[in-house]
């Protein structure tokens, strides 16, 4: 199993404000996908990131993949109440997920 | 038009039965897959099936076993329930086969889970 780890665990920030949230692994990958969670739903795929320094907006939502390939970041300009959720990272055929952030944007 | 769909939503049974989550979808697509996201909201890939064959499973106990009757269908069913049971169970599916192998990405589309708890 490849470990990606997810950084910060939880996140509670006002309407507004900007934040990041990273995955790291030991581990190259040849992609790596985030998706988000909202409470009693399946995950969503928002971004998957194939080249190494990859920048892909969507959005308020940039996402980038490090030029090792081992690690990523997630970063919401502006957050809204609707960004609320358990945000993941997926590694390796995308089989593996991260420990996950959840995010709560306070209005 | 749901596209993976699940039931039951909630499941509450006793320590020690048998019980079954069925699984469809409507998309397609030729891979399915079992996870188990735990109290910690850790989600941990445990069974996936392409064109109804075996090709992921991940460590788990033989008392999981899963069925699939076609390439729309992934049931999970689980013998001797234990309290450790408990979780949310998601069930997915995907366009293509992926194992991680340079160049291949798929998007997985997620069901809306079924939350079991074992008293």
């Known amino acids: 199993t490849q470990l990606l780890e997810q950084s910060p665990q939880f996140l509670s920030i006002q309407e507004g404000e900007n934040l990041t949230v990273y995955c790291n692994s030991s581990?190259?990958?040849?992609?790596l996908q985030w998706y988000r969670q909202e409470p009693g739903e399946g995950p969503v795929l928002l971004v998957t990131v194939v080249t190494g320094g990859e920048v892909k907006k969507l959005k308020r939502l940039t996402f980038q993949f490090g030029d090792a390939r081992k690690d990523s970041s997630l970063h919401i300009t502006a957050a809204q109440t609707g960004d609320t959720g358990l945000y993941l990272c997926?590694?390796?055929?995308?089989?593996?997920f991260g420990t996950g952030t959840s995010l709560t944007v306070i209005p | 038009d749901t596209a993976v769909s699940q039931t039951p939503k909630y499941l509450v049974t006793q320590m020690g039965n048998d019980k079954s989550i069925k699984c469809e979808q409507n998309?397609?697509?030729?891979?399915m897959y079992w996870y188990k996201q735990d109290s910690k909201k850790f989600l941990k890939i445990m069974f996936s099936y392409n064109n109804k064959e075996l090709i992921i499973n991940e460590t788990v106990p033989n008392r999981f076993s899963p069925k699939s009757p076609d390439k729309a269908h992934l049931n999970l069913h689980i013998n001797s329930l234990e309290l450790g049971d408990s979780a949310v169970y998601f069930c997915?599916?995907?366009?293509?086969?992926?194992?991680?192998?340079?160049?291949?990405?798929?998007?997985?589309?997620f069901g809306p889970g079924t939350r079991l708890t074992v008293l």
């Open positions: 581990s190259v990958f040849s992609s």
């Open positions: 997926a590694g390796a055929g995308q089989f593996y």
């Open positions: 997915a599916s995907s366009p293509m086969e992926g194992r991680g192998l340079a160049g291949t990405y798929n998007e997985q589309f």
């Open positions: 998309l397609g697509h030729d891979t």
